[in-house]
């Protein structure tokens, strides 16, 4: 999908004027129109058509895939949720209707940079937009208001706080709206992987302005998340868009590191090969060690995280946008809305929570259609500050009691209460204070307590707004509290089982939002390291190399009654097998076992591969606990013994230190083109089908992308690509080179070398 993003680049200019491109893609002409081309209540626009529109204010000719469906839908004035990946256009979807509409569209949106940077966007092309959060003043505010009432703007982006306030949702019911827009509305939903409170407002809030046409857009969300957002919203009969998920320019990489050195070592590597990119910490103390290390290495780079003043966080996240550094090291609290397209890495230093923010997070690379490289670097034990994390964003029916009753022994005669979150931590010896500000949050959504700032502190208090109420009268669901928990920890264990997973990682993640028969990207490390083809009988020197790894295992696991306990993780085996001497190993001695380097000549990247073969093939098994430790399985002592023969799907190995991506953007004669690999991806998988094998056994993502930047024009040429083999090449290469040459509007084929 992202890779169709080219169309938007190479749009037309429009009346002969000079054609500037801004980060976000958009075109900016010298001709766009003035500001009083665009409706106001002097000059409505309303009736305009879409496909006019989008030539007028934003200079396009054509759609992105998705984008014109999803228009024509807002246009006829139904509600709707859209899902579109990151970097599919999302913006322009709720900004060209607002064209169309008569009214204001008012665009919920949870960034100040981002809206800044939109709103700058549209002024650019001559539209009439404005923003209402915490940087205005009261005066400020009820001016843009009355503004808004006497249509002078077409768009306002509000920050979903504001709707906090019954004084500022009452001013908006004299406005005529024609379109509330939930950006990011995944952040609605309690069962989705970045809920905030705030959000939860905007069903009533839209309900008190007239309930508008409504429409919610998100680049991540399950299915349980997207009903969820329908029903918080109170949709009317809401059509429903999923784009599609697909990155196909990113290659998702997943490593495993026993260490902190390992992971320096390897965000070392990352860093010095691709240059410019994000990498995401779990923790604000991780972020700021990260940044420091990066900057000793000479690397231009930023520290970026919530604790962190709003001016300073503006300031920092701008560094980045205007490409004044070219790394930021940050928490979760970076990246929403980021719209840097030459974001050439994302490295995950921790595991995320969820699949949902991985993939949100990782989405960031590549904007620009490009090749882009996501790195996870996975160590079992950093799932402790995501089950931190999880406890702080769950407290138990219990502790939100017990912090109601404290908060209520306390109040004065105002019902009110200035205690901080520590204070109240402290005083009930609670040991994660993250619970303390959910159970507020919790209580404030149920309408027991109000949070607001006092005067002269940097804290905010606390006002019991049914101070007759004692905590055991809460009416706070127990069950539902429980099931959000489990939810959470049900998602951090798809997360691990991903990490721990031997097939493709795109098309894990595909599956996970719900997509069926995704094909095998080509360019993860699995894909990469020949997974996906058929289990096979083994050669008597491929049977051996498998018996010594087992025995490797044996001798770092413990007998049982009935089998095998593990004690080691596979990081750690591996590390025996191949004769490492770092302290970890020659700590525990693992230096004296028998089997200590018996496959140092096959290496760490060969073993880390076929592990992930033998424990698919039912010779190992993962125990989990508090660390996942490998063992034997009886099946796998068989085999160890020589009494029992096994299949497996035997690694080859990486083609090379150098990753192919990275190989096919240096040599390519051309840029990445979306429209072509559609095409070839939509022949690839008809002839797949026909022949009824997996689309990857016709070509790979990764060759059908070396088909778009090289378009070769004949067999010899197209013989020269990785993947095509002589059996393909006299099956399937020609189809393709017909396609190749029939694609309009795509440079001139030529040979490659």
Request: proline share 4%.
């Given at each position: 999908?992202?890779?169709?993003?080219?169309?938007?680049?190479?749009?037309?200019?429009?009346?002969?004027?000079?054609?500037?491109?801004?980060?976000?893609?958009?075109?900016?002409?010298?001709?766009?129109?003035?500001?009083?081309?665009?409706?106001?209540?002097?000059?409505?626009?309303?009736?305009?058509?879409?496909?006019?529109?989008?030539?007028?204010?934003?200079?396009?000719?054509?759609?992105?895939?998705g984008?014109?469906?999803?228009?024509?839908?807002?246009?006829?004035?139904?509600?709707?949720?859209?899902?579109?990946?990151?970097?599919?256009?999302?913006?322009?979807?709720?900004?060209?209707?607002?064209?169309?509409?008569?009214?204001?569209?008012?665009?919920?949106?949870?960034?100040?940079?981002?809206?800044?940077?939109?709103?700058?966007?549209?002024?650019?092309?001559?539209?009439?937009?404005?923003?209402?959060?915490?940087?205005?003043?009261?005066?400020?505010?009820?001016?843009?208001?009355?503004?808004?009432?006497?249509?002078?703007?077409?768009?306002?982006?509000v920050?979903?706080?504001?709707?906090?306030?019954?004084?500022?949702?009452?001013?908006?019911?004299?406005?005529?709206?024609?379109?509330?827009?939930?950006?990011?509305?995944?952040?609605l939903?309690?069962?989705?992987?970045?809920?905030?409170?705030?959000?939860?407002?905007?069903?009533?809030?839209?309900?008190?302005?007239?309930?508008?046409?409504?429409?919610?857009?998100?680049a991540?969300?399950?299915?349980?998340?997207?009903?969820?957002?329908?029903?918080?919203?109170?949709?009317?009969?809401?059509?429903?868009?999923?784009?599609?998920?697909?990155?196909?320019?990113?290659?998702?990489?997943?490593?495993?590191?026993?260490?902190?050195?390992?992971?320096?070592?390897?965000?070392?590597?990352?860093?010095?090969?691709?240059?410019?990119?994000?990498?995401?910490?779990?923790?604000?103390?991780?972020?700021?060690?990260?940044?420091?290390?990066?900057?000793?290495?000479?690397?231009?780079?930023i520290?970026?995280?919530?604790?962190?003043?709003?001016?300073?966080?503006?300031?920092?996240?701008?560094?980045?946008?205007?490409?004044?550094?070219?790394?930021?090291?940050?928490?979760?609290?970076?990246?929403?809305?980021?719209?840097?397209?030459?974001?050439?890495?994302?490295?995950?230093?921790?595991?995320?929570?969820?699949?949902?923010?991985y993939?949100?997070?990782?989405?960031r690379?590549?904007?620009?259609?490009?090749?882009?490289?996501?790195?996870?670097?996975?160590?079992?034990?950093d799932?402790?500050?995501?089950?931190?994390?999880?406890?702080?964003?769950?407290?138990?029916?219990?502790?939100?009691?017990?912090?109601?009753?404290?908060?209520?022994?306390?109040?004065?005669?105002?019902?009110?209460?200035?205690l901080?979150?520590?204070?109240?931590?402290?005083?009930?010896?609670?040991?994660?204070?993250?619970?303390?500000?959910?159970?507020?949050?919790?209580?404030?959504?149920?309408?027991?307590?109000?949070?607001?700032?006092?005067?002269?502190?940097?804290?905010?208090?606390?006002?019991?707004?049914?101070p007759?109420?004692?905590?055991?009268?809460?009416?706070?669901?127990?069950?539902?509290?429980?099931?959000?928990?489990?939810?959470?920890?049900?998602?951090?264990?798809?997360?691990?089982?991903?990490?721990?997973?031997?097939?493709?990682?795109?098309?894990?993640?595909?599956?996970?939002?719900?997509?069926?028969?995704?094909?095998?990207?080509?360019?993860?490390?699995?894909?990469?390291?020949?997974?996906?083809?058929?289990?096979?009988?083994?050669?008597?020197?491929?049977?051996?190399?498998?018996?010594?790894?087992?025995?490797?295992?044996?001798?770092?696991?413990?007998?049982?009654?009935?089998?095998?306990?593990?004690?080691f993780?596979?990081?750690?085996?591996?590390?025996?097998?191949?004769?490492?001497?770092?302290?970890?190993?020659?700590?525990?001695?693992?230096?004296?076992?028998?089997?200590?380097?018996i496959?140092?000549?096959?290496?760490?990247?060969?073993?880390?591969?076929?592990?992930?073969?033998?424990?698919?093939?039912?010779?190992?098994?993962?125990?989990r606990?508090?660390?996942?430790?490998?063992?034997?399985?009886?099946?796998?002592?068989?085999?160890?013994?020589?009494?029992?023969a096994?299949?497996?799907?035997?690694?080859?190995?990486?083609?090379?230190?150098?990753?192919?991506?990275?190989?096919?953007?240096?040599?390519?004669?051309?840029?990445?083109?979306?429209?072509?690999?559609?095409?070839?991806?939509?022949?690839?998988?008809?002839?797949?089908?026909?022949?009824?094998?997996?689309?990857?056994?016709?070509?790979?993502?990764?060759?059908?992308?070396?088909?778009?930047?090289?378009?070769?024009?004949?067999?010899?040429?197209?013989?020269?690509?990785?993947?095509?083999?002589?059996?393909?090449?006299?099956?399937?290469?020609?189809?393709?080179?017909?396609?190749?040459?029939?694609c309009?509007?795509?440079?001139?084929?030529?040979?490659?070398?």
């Amino acid at each position: 999908m992202a890779g169709n993003e080219v169309g938007l680049g190479s749009a037309p200019r429009r009346g002969g004027g000079e054609s500037t491109v801004r980060d976000d893609g958009w075109t900016a002409d010298a001709g766009m129109p003035l500001l009083d081309e665009v409706g106001t209540a002097a000059n409505p626009v309303g009736g305009m058509d879409p496909k006019g529109a989008l030539r007028k204010f934003f200079g396009f000719e054509e759609f992105l895939d998705g984008q014109e469906e999803v228009v024509d839908r807002i246009v006829s004035g139904r509600d709707g949720l859209v899902v579109m990946p990151t970097g599919g256009g999302k913006s322009l979807c709720y900004q060209l209707p607002a064209m169309c509409l008569e009214g204001v569209t008012i665009v919920v949106s949870p960034l100040i940079a981002l809206m800044k940077d939109q709103v700058d966007g549209l002024e650019a092309k001559g539209v009439a937009a404005a923003v209402i959060n915490s940087t205005l003043t009261h005066a400020e505010q009820r001016e843009r208001i009355a503004r808004m009432r006497a249509g002078d703007y077409k768009l306002v982006y509000v920050a979903p706080e504001r709707f906090r306030a019954e004084g500022f949702v009452s001013a908006m019911q004299d406005v005529k709206v024609a379109l509330l827009a939930i950006d990011e509305a995944h952040c609605l939903s309690q069962w989705g992987h970045d809920f905030r409170p705030d959000y939860m407002r905007l069903g009533a809030a839209r309900k008190a302005l007239g309930n508008p046409q409504c429409v919610a857009f998100t680049a991540t969300a399950t299915p349980v998340v997207r009903e969820d957002i329908m029903q918080v919203l109170a949709l009317d009969n809401p059509f429903e868009t999923v784009t599609g998920f697909e990155r196909p320019n990113l290659s998702f990489n997943i490593t495993p590191v026993e260490s902190k050195g390992a992971k320096f070592k390897r965000l070392r590597e990352v860093v010095d090969e691709h240059k410019t990119g994000i990498v995401y910490c779990a923790t604000r103390k991780r972020v700021e060690e990260v940044a420091e290390t990066l900057n000793s290495w000479g690397v231009k780079c930023i520290g970026y995280h919530g604790g962190m003043g709003e001016e300073e966080r503006e300031a920092t996240q701008n560094k980045f946008i205007r490409r004044e550094v070219d790394v930021a090291v940050a928490t979760n609290a970076f990246g929403m809305g980021i719209d840097r397209p030459d974001v050439r890495f994302v490295v995950h230093y921790e595991i995320p929570g969820s699949v949902e923010a991985y993939y949100q997070e990782a989405g960031r690379a590549g904007r620009d259609g490009e090749a882009a490289w996501c790195e996870l670097l996975f160590n079992y034990g950093d799932t402790r500050t995501q089950e931190f994390f999880i406890e702080g964003a769950n407290p138990g029916h219990g502790t939100i009691c017990s912090i109601y009753e404290l908060l209520h022994d306390l109040m004065d005669a105002q019902h009110e209460v200035h205690l901080g979150i520590d204070e109240i931590k402290e005083s009930l010896g609670l040991k994660n204070g993250m619970a303390v500000g959910s159970a507020l949050s919790t209580l404030v959504r149920h309408g027991y307590l109000e949070r607001f700032d006092v005067p002269g502190q940097r804290r905010r208090g606390t006002r019991l707004t049914r101070p007759e109420w004692r905590a055991g009268q809460l009416d706070i669901d127990r069950e539902a509290l429980e099931e959000k928990e489990r939810r959470d920890r049900a998602k951090l264990q798809a997360m691990v089982q991903m990490c721990y997973g031997a097939g493709c990682r795109q098309r894990a993640i595909l599956e996970y939002f719900g997509e069926k028969d995704a094909a095998e990207c080509g360019t993860c490390d699995v894909c990469r390291s020949d997974y996906g083809t058929e289990a096979r009988e083994l050669s008597a020197a491929e049977d051996e190399i498998v018996r010594k790894a087992l025995a490797g295992v044996a001798r770092m696991s413990r007998r049982t009654g009935d089998g095998w306990e593990g004690i080691f993780g596979r990081g750690r085996i591996v590390q025996m097998l191949t004769g490492s001497k770092s302290q970890d190993v020659l700590r525990v001695r693992l230096h004296e076992l028998s089997t200590y380097g018996i496959l140092r000549r096959k290496g760490t990247a060969f073993l880390n591969e076929l592990f992930h073969a033998m424990h698919d093939a039912g010779l190992l098994v993962t125990q989990r606990g508090e660390y996942p430790l490998v063992t034997l399985t009886k099946r796998g002592e068989m085999v160890m013994k020589g009494e029992s023969a096994c299949r497996l799907v035997w690694p080859n190995g990486r083609s090379g230190d150098k990753d192919r991506v990275a190989e096919l953007a240096a040599e390519a004669a051309g840029p990445f083109d979306g429209v072509l690999f559609s095409r070839l991806k939509e022949l690839r998988n008809n002839l797949a089908q026909s022949d009824g094998v997996p689309a990857y056994a016709v070509f790979t993502n990764e060759t059908l992308e070396a088909f778009t930047r090289l378009r070769p024009a004949s067999v010899e040429s197209g013989m020269k690509i990785k993947g095509v083999g002589p059996a393909k090449a006299e099956k399937y290469l020609p189809r393709f080179l017909e396609e190749i040459a029939a694609c309009e509007g795509g440079r001139p084929a030529a040979d490659p070398m």
